[in-house]
């Protein structure tokens, strides 16, 4: 495996928390792979959520690591669900150059009766509804957004349908999720969450190859036959590679990014580049929330006011902050 001589960790792994771009050429790909440690333990834990809402959101935030670190610019990437289902958003938020930050909001009753029954894919507990994809490059530039239909059983379905739809790269996502539980020195349980995924992107100097199978055709006349495209081959063998991944690679610590593309890539040829980190940290602070309070009519202050204090807290990071009242009122 070559690589553009940046140290990758001890013993040359790229380790927790920080992304690794790749590129084989010789398949005319490119992508990233990542295993989220620390990062997505403290994201979770703080919030304490039930298991398949906790393993949905941590699918949600490897995903959007592996995309928002492609930003070749100063800004967000904003990937959002809405749906019906018991768990109807998730928000995940990363600012450049690894800054994340997200939240899951569920519905208690619903989502037990749907734990009850079984019902803890992601696509029953999200539902029916969309995803948006948002890039964000600040004040003075235009938003863009993405949004598909929630089509597909699995988070990773939904994202490549978004990159076929909106974008016209074939895509292929793999993302997994591990709950860890073992005994600290005390012999008391401990329990702890990891997450990995890995992206490949078909970019062929000749466009044309890129071509994929059509989309049925909802109003296609009756007795239509749909044109049938064969997959460029060496896009058709790095989905072949790809497949090969088994979830426990793309979390255990001990394979390592570098070591799991070495399997699927070596006869091909990958470079590496440098790494990049990511955090979780949350773009929240008294200072931003005061400005908010501080739009306030003097009935909002009243009605916000609780035991001679005004109290918010963040929906992302949970930090709580007080305020006197005085401070917003003439």
């Not at 927790?16 to 050429?25: M, Q, T």
């Not at 988070?155 to 999720?177: C, G, K, N």
């Not at 501080?294 to 005004?310: L, V």
């Amino acid at each position: 495996m070559q690589t553009d001589k940046e140290t990758h960790g001890e013993q040359g792994f790229a380790g927790d928390d920080r992304v690794l771009p790749f590129e084989v050429s010789g398949l005319d790909v490119r992508g990233r792979a990542v295993q989220l440690g620390p990062m997505i333990d403290a994201i979770l834990g703080r919030h304490a959520y039930p298991e398949p809402v906790a393993r949905l959101l941590a699918e949600a935030i490897a995903l959007t690591v592996l995309l928002g670190t492609s930003l070749k610019f100063e800004g967000k990437l904003i990937v959002q669900t809405k749906g019906d289902g018991p768990v109807d958003l998730l928000v995940v938020d990363f600012s450049t150059p690894g800054n994340l930050r997200a939240y899951a909001r569920f519905d208690d009753g619903r989502l037990a009766g749907a734990m009850a029954a079984g019902l803890t894919s992601p696509a029953e507990l999200l539902g029916r509804g969309v995803l948006a994809f948002t890039i964000d490059q600040g004040e003075y530039m235009q938003r863009y957004q993405g949004i598909v239909e929630m089509n597909g059983d699995t988070l990773e379905e939904m994202a490549e349908t978004y990159f076929r739809q909106s974008e016209q790269i074939p895509t292929l996502v793999r993302l997994a999720v591990a709950e860890l539980i073992d005994r600290d020195e005390d012999g008391k349980p401990r329990h702890s969450w990891r997450a990995g995924g890995i992206v490949v992107q078909f970019l062929p100097h000749a466009p044309e190859r890129m071509r994929q199978p059509d989309l049925p055709g909802g109003d296609a006349p009756e007795g239509h036959e749909q044109a049938v495209h064969d997959d460029d081959d060496s896009w058709a063998e790095a989905k072949a590679l790809v497949s090969t991944v088994d979830s426990g690679e793309l979390t255990d610590p001990e394979v390592g990014a570098e070591r799991l593309l070495y399997r699927l890539f070596h006869e091909r040829g990958a470079t590496i580049y440098p790494l990049v980190p990511v955090a979780d940290k949350c773009s929240c602070s008294r200072e931003r929330l005061g400005e908010v309070l501080k739009g306030f009519s003097a009935e909002e202050i009243r009605d916000s006011t609780e035991d001679g204090e005004i109290t918010v807290q963040c929906e992302f990071c949970s930090t709580t902050y007080r305020f006197d009242p005085a401070e917003f009122t003439g």
